[in-house]
């Protein structure tokens, strides 16, 4: 989106003041990482659109439950406008963890994928309907 920036959570602090802050994770073990939710617990008044890749579970359900653990961090002064959720990469190194498990190494190659095009365009309409 034009006019836009983006950067790292660890130079996150004391931005200008934005209309909507879209925040992007990657998850880990059903929430964001600790420094994200470091962050996040800082924020006030904002209005806030999460958006996040989980290498496992393509499921509606799955990928809720780790938005609402996300959402948890948040001060209660926060509005949350929007979310999105897509499979995303896992690091090559934890493959071999899979390879006794067929199914469980099919998703790993399948994440390998993502984000994808359609994954962008998806998480585009997202933000655009947030706005």
């Known amino acids: 989106m034009e006019s836009k920036y983006c950067v790292p959570v660890e130079n996150a602090k004391n931005l200008e003041p934005v209309n909507l802050l879209c925040i992007g994770f990657w998850c880990d073990k059903g929430d964001c990482d ?3 939710k470091q962050y996040l617990s ?3 008044n904002q209005n806030v659109f999460l958006f996040g890749t989980a290498g496992f579970g393509k499921s509606k359900e799955y990928f809720e439950m780790i938005l609402k653990n996300v959402q948890n961090h948040l001060d209660a002064s926060n509005y949350v406008k929007g979310t999105c959720m897509c499979q995303g990469k896992m690091p090559l190194a934890i493959r071999a963890k899979f390879e006794s498990n ?11 994928k993502h984000p994808n095009d359609k994954d962008v365009d998806n998480l ?8």
């Open 124 to 131: 585009m309409k997202c933000v655009n309907e947030a706005l």
């Open 102 to 112: 067929p199914e469980m190494l099919k998703n790993f190659d399948e994440a390998l």
């Open 34 to 36: 600790d420094q994200m």
């Open 42 to 44: 800082t924020l006030r």
